[in-house]
């Protein structure tokens, strides 16, 4: 089933030489047509797949789909819209970020995919720190999984300058463990936004992620 059209990246495209609320304004029907109305029902079939395989995820599409408005506060940029639309499908939703799960992003230049940790607190941070210090091994096996290599390549993150006496040791078996985030990216293109393969491609990414984002989860629980 497809669940968009050309338009969906025609209006990014449009909008990135438009950015300003009289011109989102006047295609604010546009908008709701080609791209909010469509990536719900894309987002709730995307849930309905993954519930098959996870019953714990129990959210709706609006718990999963960030707003298209920018955060200027603090941003040099005062435009006010992204030029992408995301979602992040988890057991918590948008309002947790540090709970594994798949990430979207559409954009008329890729479709981005994200799995993983990206925003462990301190005290998540430890116990994924202690989980893979006490295995390894294992932790390595799943990172190295040739489909998850293919997809994905690498665990990506910001890593510690000092890394504290307590992981020294157990950094040189395992240089991970100076990350202060666990995730990994995939890009598709375009193209495949609309397709009727879609939803299927994309759940072909949320299975290969899947043991590295459950090891993560019961890390931090």
């Not at 797949?49 to 707003?67: M, W």
């Not at 408005?69 to 005062?78: A, E, H, P």
């Not at 998540?124 to 390549?153: C, H, W, Y």
């Not at 992981?167 to 375009?190: D, G, M, R, S």
Request: aromatic share 12%; hydrophobic share 35%; charged share 30%.
């Amino acid at each position: 089933m497809s669940y968009f059209t050309k338009d969906f990246i025609d209006f990014f495209a449009a909008l990135a030489n438009n950015n300003h609320k009289d011109w989102f304004h006047a295609n604010k029907k546009r908008y709701e047509t080609s791209v909010k109305n469509p990536f719900e029902k894309f987002v709730e079939a995307m849930i309905q797949e993954i519930q098959k395989h996870d019953s714990n995820v129990q959210i709706g599409p609006k718990e999963c789909i960030l707003r298209i408005n920018r955060d200027i506060r603090f941003s040099k940029d005062k435009s006010p819209y992204n030029l992408h639309y995301t979602a992040f499908i988890s057991r918590g939703g948008r309002k947790d970020k540090s709970i594994p799960g798949i990430f979207l992003r559409f954009s008329p230049e890729m479709i981005g995919i994200m799995g993983g940790c990206f925003g462990p607190s301190k005290e998540q941070l430890q116990k994924i720190r202690t989980v893979i210090s006490e295995n390894p091994t294992a932790f390595r096996k799943l990172i190295e999984n040739k489909d998850f290599v293919k997809k994905f390549g690498a665990i990506k993150g910001d890593k510690m300058k000092r890394i504290p006496k307590e992981w020294q040791e157990v950094c040189k078996k395992e240089p991970l463990i100076a990350n202060k985030q666990f995730y990994f990216v995939a890009e598709e293109t375009p193209d495949l936004i609309t397709s009727n393969t879609l939803v299927d491609e994309l759940m072909n990414y949320w299975k290969v992620m899947g043991p590295v984002n459950e090891f993560l989860t019961k890390a931090i629980s």
